[in-house]
């Protein structure tokens, strides 16, 4: 029998032996599965959480587990699902269960059910493999569906001819995994994704689970391919049909690549980038701001994500202004107002144009870290008044900053003075 945990991290396999006995005293039988059995045998590591399924109610061996372990847990009665929060690892467990779809992309309805049947239910051969967590069984890898010859020769294998009719979302998650692991959708397979694409199958999905999807697909190592597989597969129809991705597009993905790896760490006040919206962009940035505001709406974006999409939709094109400005701080208050999300897009969209390039370069660079030394109790001292104008002064300070490069505080005193003065308020 093969030994399923064989490249499993030492810290995981000591959890799953505790899990293990747990287990064996209530009488529970534990299998893990899944995504995690995948990672295990490819050697991979990277998931350090854990699928675990019960062959009884899931919610309370997970309390029973939460409670060894002194950690949180989380419940999710609807689902008879609960995660456990051990140190460093998510442990979530499920209590086995068959799906049964009684309408095209609505979510199952769900029963009770042993390992077989969950094997069943999942999406791809090499996401059904379950390692035996049971005491005199432990370790041993069951394979039914032959997901470790598939794992061998790259493969990407539907379980039956209604898989993607019955959840289409799966469609999505094998390009994710054709990118990550270098796989291929096998021929069959992508001949019936392909037919239950024809039959408008996304289109019967809930949004909010296609944004997730979405999400996923751009935060893989590679989102300019698995976005052009999408085009390939699906199209984008099952977004908007007004979306149009065209060659110019993917060119556009490209050059996002290649400035998200120049300054993901050169942002000068360390943000973090949200990069899949800036991916995501090269799809909407060409829509009428209706269609993209009703589509943000209805596929669940967040506030902030609606926000950064739809500036860069409405200001790309006065983005141009650019090319001509005469001074950095002109350029600053230009840009001061976009997040980096929208700057980086219209850096990557500008990218031939050297005048408007150079210019959101230089912000980036240089610009966007200048801060003024001077502050309000500088201005107090400075028997500066009305205090209601300190707000103003200090920004002026900072144009004439960026714009005069002023190397020292006492610089900026005697520039604020002279603002000060050329207001006439003494
Ligand atoms: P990732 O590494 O991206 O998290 P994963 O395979 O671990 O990938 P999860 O979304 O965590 O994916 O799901 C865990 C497991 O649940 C999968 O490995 C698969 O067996 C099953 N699964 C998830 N989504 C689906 C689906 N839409 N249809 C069928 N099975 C699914």
């Known amino acids: 029998m093969v ?101 095209p992309g609505a979510l199952p309805t769900v029963s009770v059910s042993h390992l077989k049947d969950d094997m069943a239910r999942r999406d791809f051969t090499i996401n059904t493999m379950a390692v035996d967590l049971n005491e005199k069984t432990f370790g041993e890898l069951i394979d039914i569906c032959g997901g470790q010859k598939d794992l061998k020769s790259k493969v990407l294998r539907a379980l039956h001819d209604a898989s993607f009719t019955d959840d289409a979302t799966r469609i ?73 991705f065209d060659k110019d597009d993917v060119l556009l993905l490209r050059r996002i690549a290649k400035v998200l790896k120049t300054y993901r760490a050169k942002i000068l006040d360390k943000r973090k980038i949200t990069e899949w919206l800036v991916y995501f962009s090269v799809l909407t940035y060409k829509l009428p701001k209706r269609t993209l505001s009703s589509m943000l709406k209805l596929y669940g974006f967040k506030k902030g994500e609606e926000l950064i999409l739809l500036s860069i939709n409405k200001h790309l094109k006065a983005m141009a202004k650019l090319k001509k400005l005469s001074t950095p701080s002109k ?34 660079e240089e610009l966007s870290g200048i801060k003024v030394m001077v502050r309000g109790s500088d201005l107090i001292r400075l028997n500066i008044v009305p205090v209601r104008i300190y707000g103003k002064l200090l920004e002026a300070l900072l144009y004439a900053k960026i714009d005069k490069r002023l190397k020292d505080k006492s610089a900026e005193i005697s520039e604020i003075m002279k603002i000060y003065k050329k207001l006439g308020i003494q």
Do not use: W
């Open 331 to 364: 350029i600053f208050k230009i840009l001061d107002l976009f997040s980096y999300e929208a700057i980086l897009f219209f850096l990557a969209y500008y990218y031939e144009d050297k005048n408007i390039a150079g210019n959101i370069q230089l912000f980036l």
């Open 3 to 103: 030994h399923g945990l064989k490249k499993i991290n030492k810290e995981a396999f000591d959890i799953l032996v505790i899990l293990s006995k747990l287990a064996h005293k209530k009488g529970a039988r534990l299998y893990l599965i899944g995504g995690s059995v995948r990672d295990i045998i490819l050697g991979t590591n990277s998931n350090i959480d854990l699928d675990i399924v019960v062959e009884d109610d899931a919610i309370s061996f997970a309390e029973h587990a939460a409670s060894h372990f002194k950690c949180e847990i989380k419940k999710h009665e609807t689902f008879r699902t609960a995660t456990v929060f051990v140190p460093n690892h998510k442990v979530d467990f499920a209590t086995a269960r068959n799906e049964e779809y009684k309408k």
């Open 172 to 244: 999505l998650r094998g390009i994710r995994f054709e990118n990550r692991f270098g796989f291929k959708f096998e021929s069959h397979t992508l001949k019936l994704a392909k037919d239950a694409i024809k039959k408008r199958a996304l289109l019967n999905i809930h949004p909010h689970r296609l944004y997730d999807e979405m999400k996923l697909i751009l935060d893989e190592p590679d989102p300019v391919k698995c976005l052009k597989r999408v085009d390939d597969i699906c199209g984008f129809d099952f977004l908007s049909n007004e979306i149009k």
